[in-house]
């Protein structure tokens, strides 16, 4: 079994390749009294040019209501969710919602630096549309997908931590899922770890999922003008968990 990738305090290595199929940058606010969808329609004067494509988000479904003594009341729904602006190639798209937006980066990713500015290049126009009264979430979150060719002798030779079944069992896996949330002092928010292994669709590889999401919450009021420090806190906390679940073999592979 390989260690952890050994990384200095704070300095992350570039990899020449990145196994992110999505980063996303979360803000949620408590909205405007008087806030609707029309009214974060008017976006797309300011930001129409970098996303051209709009589209709606919706939520449908049912419930049911049973109380005693009365009959059983059925609602069915069909709801605006989010307003979803995309840029033409399809790799950058924000949800803007009544309570906040999400920023996401489709593969390839760039880097920081860009993501963080299309984040922020937006949240500046959400602001002024929407007006928010204050911000209760910033969450950071990074889907990976590590292709590992077969054969795949041993799982721990890519991951520092790996499920395993009780010894007396068959010892093969064909999938696994586990998921940890983790206080994290140094950002001050929670870390919610998500790692899984599916049969892959041939026999070429083996892909393993890597969702590293971490957020911090806020109790109103908190200033419509949070600190970007925070950010910088949650997206470092990130990037410590990456290289903490991966070994130096792993690394190895995207450099």
Not at 106 to 113: C, G
Not at 170 to 177: E, I, T
Request: aromatic letters at 10%; charged letters at 30%.
């Amino acid at each position: 079994m390989n260690s952890a990738y050994k990384i200095s305090e704070e300095r992350f290595p570039i990899l020449g390749s990145s196994p992110i199929r999505e980063a996303a940058a979360e803000i949620r606010t408590i909205p405007d009294h008087d806030l609707s969808f029309d009214r974060l329609k008017s976006l797309k004067e300011l930001v129409g040019q970098t996303y051209p494509k709009i589209s709606e988000q919706r939520a449908k479904g049912g419930e049911i209501r049973i109380k005693l003594d009365e009959s059983a009341g059925v609602r069915l729904f069909d709801e605006l969710h989010a307003l979803v602006f995309a840029s033409e190639d399809g790799r950058r798209v924000v949800q803007s919602k009544l309570d906040g937006l999400v920023v996401s980066r489709l593969a390839p990713y760039e880097h920081w630096k860009a993501f963080r500015t299309q984040l922020f290049e937006f949240w500046e126009a959400y602001k002024e549309v929407a007006l928010p009264r204050s911000v209760t979430r910033i969450g950071v979150r990074y889907i990976n997908i590590i292709d590992l060719k077969t054969p795949v002798r041993d799982l721990q030779d890519f991951l520092t931590t790996v499920p395993s079944p009780p010894p007396r069992l068959p010892q093969a896996m064909s999938s696994f899922l586990s998921r940890i949330v983790i206080p994290d002092e140094r950002s001050s928010g929670m870390i919610v770890l998500t790692e899984s292994m599916e049969p892959s669709p041939d026999s070429k590889s083996v892909p393993i999922l890597l969702d590293i999401d971490v957020f911090r919450e806020f109790q109103a009021p908190y200033p419509e003008e949070f600190d970007a420090e925070v950010l910088e806190k949650l997206h470092d906390a990130a990037c410590r968990v990456f290289f903490e679940s991966v070994t130096e073999r792993t690394v190895e592979m995207y450099t």
